[in-house]
């Protein structure tokens, strides 16, 4: 019943939406993880989670509203809006965290020696 309320119209005007969503909340998660520090997040260290932060978040804004020529014709309500943004935000979180994985994994490759098979320990 609750989901007959919900009408995203026949453009892709809700695609665009959460792509821009999605796009902007993944930059500002950089940017408070870089604030902080939060490794578990932050998928460049220093001034560089802010930078791609601030460039995710402003890109969004401006795709979306270069890209999107539906954005004054009478489409998406509050509640679409609504819905798109939690489902991008919900979204955000776990690829955020992958990515960082994913960053972290590589830097630890990056940095640890790789063993030869002479200098591995015997196996019993």
């Known amino acids: 019943m609750f989901l007959n309320l919900l009408h995203f119209g026949d453009g892709p ?3 665009n939406y ?4 999605l796009v902007a909340i993944l930059g ?4 408070v993880a870089a604030r902080y520090a939060r490794r578990d997040l932050l998928w460049f260290d220093g001034p560089i989670g802010y930078a791609l932060g601030g460039v995710m978040i402003i890109g969004g804004f401006v795709w979306f509203f270069m890209t999107d020529q539906e954005i004054f014709i009478p489409g998406l309500a509050g509640g679409e809006l609504f819905t798109i ?6 979204i955000a979180v776990p690829i955020t965290r992958l990515i960082a994985f994913a960053f972290a ?10 063993k030869t098979a002479r200098e591995k320990e015997p196996s019993l």
């Open 13 to 15: 005007q809700a695609i």
């Open 28 to 31: 500002t998660i950089q940017a």
């Open 18 to 21: 959460f792509i821009f969503c």
């Open 105 to 114: 994994f590589a830097r630890l490759r990056a940095l640890a020696p790789a």
């Open 85 to 90: 943004f939690v489902a991008a935000f919900i």
